[in-house]
């Protein structure tokens, strides 16, 4: 009679039995997955560039500098004020070897040229040099310089921004392929050469992988396209056949333009000041200053807030009705009347086209307006002095350097003497450079008449910036 109550016992013990093997199985089941899904996370991480390995400094990046010995001992100076030499590496590159000076320890070494005689060039009116400078691309590679990310080329003219070239490039994965720099501002270079190049003398940046690749195949591709003008042309069209394509960067200037460059620079595009490009050609760019005294004078500036460098802030002083637009570490212009915001970011037209002629060869790659017709309505424009850094930020002066030889009364912003402008150091993120957002800034109550203090900051998430009725 105790028989079916054992069978029913047993029945119950392989019940639970089985109920508890499929617990532990689900469990198992879940936790296999938790720790699946914990190695894939730590893998993707750890294949990132920016969560394995340190972020790209200016040790990471090799310099080719293409010059020649007639323009190398002027063009030198220009060059001594960007190049640190305890940090960068790289070289320029001459025809020969250049007379010995003091300023050997101040500069990038000089590397001679190979030979270039066996490749062909035939564009008519064009100089041969052009295939010698392409080669320093090749030949920079060449140099087998060690825990390389980025290649950087240039000309000796070019002045590049060492802190903002690193940051822009940091935007990009330099494990992939990538050719990084701009075009020119003249419709007509970029119709006659291509929209895709990157023009040499604003300088252009190739990943290290892109550029061993590029060292590899790129004499073959001179023998290809001995009828192009320049090295650039020649660089452009070798990266074509590879299949990659340019990334524009809006912060490399060739600046193919002439004279007066204030209206550029003070309507810098909203990414950081990479490389300025034919100074020889241009005026200085702070009054009573030489070319490379002003570069050294927009330098001090660049030290204190690389980042914030030339980037156009506008504001509006509701009491007169004035528009104010700084351009941080070079200008404060301020107009008396009321402007709208897209009409104060075109640049002003202070200077001329490259060359004279067709139309196409005065017509700008970008927005410009006018002058006003009346000199004395146009800002009043006060130029960098000094920047000092403290605990609550950065204070930065601006003061008029030219008279205008005008009247005004004292509703105008002629009797003001000194702009000092208030900000925190700008420290780019990768979210940042990738979405960049213009700052809004307020002018503050000053209590002299002749002084006129602003404020600089982030804008609010549905900030407007125009004027305030």
């Keep these: 009679m105790q028989l079916p109550h054992q069978s029913s016992s047993s029945s119950s013990r392989l019940i639970n039995l089985i109920l508890i093997s499929s617990s532990l199985c689900i469990v198992y089941f879940f936790l296999s997955l938790v720790f699946l899904h914990g190695s894939n996370s730590k893998f993707e991480d750890s294949s990132s560039p920016e969560a394995v390995l340190p972020s790209t400094s200016i040790e990471h990046v090799v310099f080719g500098i293409a010059s020649n010995r007639n323009s190398w001992h002027k063009r030198k100076d220009y060059v001594k004020l960007w190049w640190r030499p305890d940090q960068m590496r790289g070289c320029v590159f001459l025809e020969g070897m250049a007379p010995s000076d003091n300023d050997t320890g101040l500069l990038p070494p000089v590397c001679v040229s190979e030979d270039t005689s066996r490749f062909r060039y035939t564009y008519r009116g064009g100089l041969r040099s052009a295939i010698r400078v392409a080669r320093v691309v090749a030949e920079t590679v060449a140099l087998n310089h060690s825990n390389v990310r980025w290649f950087v080329f240039g000309d000796d003219d070019t002045f590049f921004f060492p802190e903002n070239l690193v940051k822009t490039l940091s935007k990009y994965d330099h494990e992939l392929w990538h050719y990084v720099g701009t075009n020119s501002e003249i419709i007509m270079q970029n119709k006659f050469f291509s929209y895709d190049m990157a ?39 070798c990266i074509s056949e590879l299949g990659i394509g340019l990334k524009h960067e809006p912060g490399f200037h060739q600046m193919d333009v002439r004279g007066n460059i204030f209206g550029l620079l003070a309507a810098h595009p909203n990414a950081p000041l990479v490389s300025l490009h034919h100074l020889d050609h241009t005026h200085p760019i702070f009054p009573k200053k030489t070319t490379a005294e002003a570069l050294e004078h927009l330098q001090e500036a660049s030290m204190a807030d690389p980042h914030r460098l030339l980037q156009q802030t506008v504001c509006y002083d509701q009491w007169f009705s004035w528009t104010v637009s700084v351009s941080w570490g070079y200008a404060v212009q301020v107009y008396d009347r009321h402007m709208f915001l897209p009409d104060i970011l075109r640049a002003e037209q202070t200077f001329s086209s490259w060359k004279r002629g067709q139309v196409l060869a005065q017509s700008f790659a970008f927005d410009i307006r006018e002058p006003h017709p009346d000199p004395c309505r146009r800002a009043t424009v006060f130029f960098f002095e000094k920047a000092d850094s403290g605990r609550d930020g950065i204070r930065s002066s601006y ?56 404020s600089i900051r982030e804008c609010a998430e549905e900030e407007l910036i125009h004027m305030h009725p």
């Design 199 to 237: 023009f040499g003398g604003a300088g252009f940046a190739l990943s290290y992988p892109l550029a061993k690749v590029l060292a590899k195949v790129f004499d073959s591709c001179l023998d290809r396209y001995p009828h192009l003008y320049g090295s650039d042309g020649r660089v452009h069209a």
């Design 399 to 454: 003061r008029r350097m030219v008279s205008d030889n005008c009247t005004f009364d004292m509703t105008s912003p002629k009797r003001l003497e000194e702009i000092r402008v208030f900000s925190h150091r700008l420290h780019l993120d990768i979210k940042q450079l990738q979405a960049p957002r213009r700052h809004c800034c307020n002018v503050l109550p000053s209590s002299a008449g002749k002084v006129m203090e602003i």
